[in-house]
């Protein structure tokens, strides 16, 4: 179960952060190997050939990609404490539907924000906070997405909170009028030390998404 875990990260990455609160929450130790996406390890190219993305968690030699994966994984082998998925069936299949949901309309209207302009943008920025209505919705009145305590859907989404700054600023909105209950719910996450301390700061992802968006739009 233990042995050796290494981790293929990128500091902005969202998916690469769930995985490291996926760790943080089961106090596992696990070395931390940055990647430069722009010059791509051998170990990366090795490890996931198919994709060659972050994050990759190695354990004991083995790779394991794709982020939700990875913590699914994560709360399998490790599943002495702080379970992250429901232990019903029907609840799991619902926790895994929502944070399909996260990757498929959640981070894709998030992506245009920030990496287009003009009516692509505005058409972006709608699809954005309808789907971040969509989770308000399904989060109502309880304190996580699962009930009363912290777990799979949280971890997923919670991540993209630290790029909420650029999102604002890039894309001239204000999720906090629009999503009220999102950003009460995305506090309350942060006061969880796993989530505090993965989550870097939202102006330094600022920074490094101006950068990012310089590939994207001719300003």
Known sequence: MAGEVVLLDFWPSMFA????IALAEKGIRYESKEEDLSNKSPLLLEMNPINKQI?????????????LIIVQYIDEVWNDKSPLLPSDPYQRAQARFWADFVDKKVSGAAKKVWSTKGEEQEAGKKEFLEALK????????????????????????????????????LGNINIEAECPKIITWAKRCMQKEAVAKTLPDQKKVYEFVVQLRKMFVSE
């Not at 308000?136 to 909420?164: A, H, M, R």
């Open 134 to 169: 969509t989770m308000e919705g399904e989060l109502g009145d309880k304190p996580y997405f699962g009930g009363e305590t912290f777990g799979y859907v949280d971890l997923s989404f919670i991540t993209f909170y630290s790029w909420f700054h650029a999102y604002e600023v």
């Open 55 to 67: 994050p990759v968690l190695i354990h004991n030699g083995k790779p394991v990609c794709e982020s």
């Open 17 to 20: 952060m769930r995985v490291r």
